[in-house]
């Protein structure tokens, strides 16, 4: 089991930039794969990104792609989301979650909202 607690959502102007952060105790942090998603209103669930359990390897969603970066500290236990070039569409709540597979996540956090204005 590991618990995972998101922060650093916030009301960001068009163009800005944020981080998020995502906390995690229990079970190893080292040992998870470690996934952003985001939903908003409305809209299912959508992957953003993910990093492997050392931090070597990550995936992004296409509308991501050179705007967003994974990052994990595995001696901190945290896992870090830097949204750079903000755009109204990425507003949503974003989750933090953990797994043993790159095609499903076994732990979720509550989430941090995240508001982008025009």
């Known amino acids: 089991q590991v618990q995972l607690v998101e922060t650093g959502g916030r009301l960001v102007q068009a163009e800005g930039s944020l981080r998020l952060s995502c906390a995690a105790s229990g079970r190893s942090f080292s040992s998870y794969l470690m996934g952003w998603f985001r939903q908003a209103p409305g809209k299912e669930r959508e992957f953003v990104a993910a990093s492997s359990e050392s931090g070597g390897t990550t995936q992004y969603a296409d509308f991501v792609k050179g705007r967003f970066t994974i990052s994990r500290d595995n001696a901190q236990n945290t896992v870090y989301l830097q949204m750079n070039s903000l755009k109204p569409e990425d507003a949503a709540v974003y989750y933090c979650?953990?797994?043993?597979?790159?095609?499903?996540?076994?732990?979720w956090g509550q989430g941090t909202q995240v508001t982008v204005s025009s």
């Open positions: 979650a953990a797994g043993n597979s790159w095609v499903k996540f076994d732990f």
